[in-house]
């Protein structure tokens, strides 16, 4: 939003709004203006733009012609044996290609290319053959300086070679791009020689396929070499395992795995039969140990239970019935089954230390027997496992070498080179270029100055800036010295200048209708603006409608007025403010005026106060009363407060501001002076206007006296 916008006070009373400077917003339609008043300017740089373009096209530039070789990467190639086993080919991926692009711009191909085309004695890529340039000579100049001020006996730069150096700039001129979604790629070259930029680039693609063609039978002349070695070593590796093999076998006795399983059987069986056997020796063993218990005792009842035995039984039965005889046999009989179960014992005990030791032994057997054929075994899978790879080396072997002599290239041409056409320099192009370049600088350098002009060129941007009317638009008057100035009104009463100074003295008269001013006051920011002039040349206009007019100079310290005038009296303003001399018997009045005029007179005594005086002040009144129009010419109001004095005691306050040259930030500042004393500006005077300046800003034609529209209505000035 924008901010509410200041009013000022016109010098008619009525409220003019001011736009706020402060605002952000862009204002398009002033840019447009802007590049429309600098036109001239941007033809100009434009017009520039596209000589120098011609000049550089047609006159410097040295012509450039590329040729393009189209190549395309084998991705069905037919092998006669699988030798992708043992050499791999190319991948089709986009990494691959563009590795194949790298591969085709490297150093080591285009050396060869540089030796076979006896590059280097051509001084398009070996920079050492051209003549000097005066650009190099600066600048080797320059270096030779750098390196003396860095400490002067520095290492040597290492200089590359002729060969390194064309190789270079080759590889600068050189180009390869690749289509995509297929496998083809294109590699160009642009040379000063359209023939020979089709000689390079085919020579190039023919180096480059015999380099992959190279490339392979290298890799395969080295594999058959690594696959020559390795198949002999296998072979001996073979033959060795194989007599260690049969060696193994002889010194062993060799069992299958099933007689083994056997014999795992029977030593399953014996120690079962052993585990029997040692249970019987055990029952035996206690038998023996309860018959020999019973035998102690005497227990004959026991006995016979425990045995079951029917002899002892019957015995028992006798000797209860009291045959001595019988108790006799009885023991003898226990005995007797003792003794057996004694014997029984051994002879179990002896079957079991047999069982035992076969048992044993073929436990011995067993682990002796699978010792061997494990290691049997695994001899047997290592000649089988270096067989295996024997023969894979022995197949590849054979492969290889019959691939020798079956080579091809993974690319292939498809197009070749034809002779160059022309791409450098781009005249349409760079034409246009310049073209467009030029009206973009001409735009910059216009908008430039329109944004960094701190001056004022039109009465509408002074109008902007005060807030005040611009009464009067003065052109800048044709004559050398300033006692020329009245002779030039005179001789000149139509010309533009004396135009518009007719035109302000009828707004500044017409300012107020009721009480038109009568002492009017001429100032400006600082010297040099033109006050002094329009004072002069307006005292001469009212002059010429038969008025009676006092021109006073009341600038007492610089004390220019005498430089308009051939003869001035010694007497002047602090004369008449004495009192002492009437003031008719003070001024002078000259012929060619027409007016009076009262010269300013150095004073011991401040300017500012004498201004402050009550003398002054009734000798203003007095002059009101003598003359119909008393013109003031006042000191610049920024260097002395003179103006802001004597500004009390007029009725008008003429401002002049000098055409594009004084500062927009010394005329506010010389406004708020005025405010500050609450005085304002009557009326505005843009002053020493150059009509030409105006046209070569592009304002010509728009505004006041200075138009060209007028041209027919002033006299030539």
Known sequence: MKDVAKTLITPKGTERPQPDRGDDEIDLMELARAIWRGKWTIALTTVAAVLLAGYYVFGVAVPKYRSTVVMTLEVRSKQVVDIESVISGVSTEGAALNTEVEVLLSRRVLGKLVDNLNLVDDPEFNSNLRPPSALSGVMGFVLGLVRSDDGGEGEEPVRKTPRDLTIDNLREALSASVKRDTYVY??????????????????????????????????TEQAVSWLSERVTELEADLRAKEENLKAAMAETDLISAEVLEGLNLQVKDLRDRLQEMNGQVERAGEAETRLRAFLETGDRAAAVEATGDATLKRLLQSTSDGDAEAAELFDQRLE??????????????????????????????????SEDLVRIQQMEREVETTRTLYETFLTRLKETAVQRGLQQADSRVLSDAIIGNKVEPRSAMTLALALILGAMVGAAVVLMQQFLHNTFRTAEDLEAATGCAVMGQIPAMPFKARKDLIGYLQDKPTSAAAEAVRNLRTSILLSDIDSPPKVIMSTSSLPGEGK???????????????????????DIRRRTLNEYFNEAPRGGLITALAGDVPLHEIVFFDERLGADVLMGQKSRANAA??????????????????????????????????????????????????????????????????????LRVTALVLSQIDPKGMKRYGYGGKYGAYSTYGSGYYEAG
């Not at 032994?361 to 027997?369: P, S, Y």
């Not at 002094?532 to 009341?554: D, F």
């Not at 002395?640 to 010394?666: C, E, L, M, Y």
């Open 186 to 219: 294109t590699l160009s070259v642009t040379t000063a020689d359209a023939l020979k930029s089709a000689r390079i680039v085919n020579a190039l693609a023919d180096i480059y396929i015999d380099e992959q063609i190279a490339v392979k039978f290298e890799a």
């Open 336 to 369: 007797t089954l003792a003794t057996r179960a004694q014997a029984e014992r051994v002879r179990l005990g002896n079957q079991v230390d047999a069982l035992r030791q076969s048992y044993e032994a073929l436990q011995d057997r067993i682990g002796t027997q």
């Open 532 to 554: 002094t002039t329009l004072a002069v040349a307006l005292s001469q206009n009212l002059a010429g409608l038969g008025k009676r007019v006092l021109l006073i100079e009341g």
């Open 609 to 678: 106060d004498i201004f402050s005086s009550d003398r002054f002040r009734e000798f203003v009144a007095h002059a009101r009363e003598s003359y119909d129009y008393v013109i003031i010419d006042t000191p610049p109001v920024l260097v002395v407060p003179d103006a802001r004095v004597i500004g009390q005691h007029v009725d008008a306050v003429v401002f002049s501001v000098a055409w594009d040259k004084t500062n927009r930030s010394q005329v506010m500042a010389a406004m708020r002076e005025f405010e500050s004393v609450n």
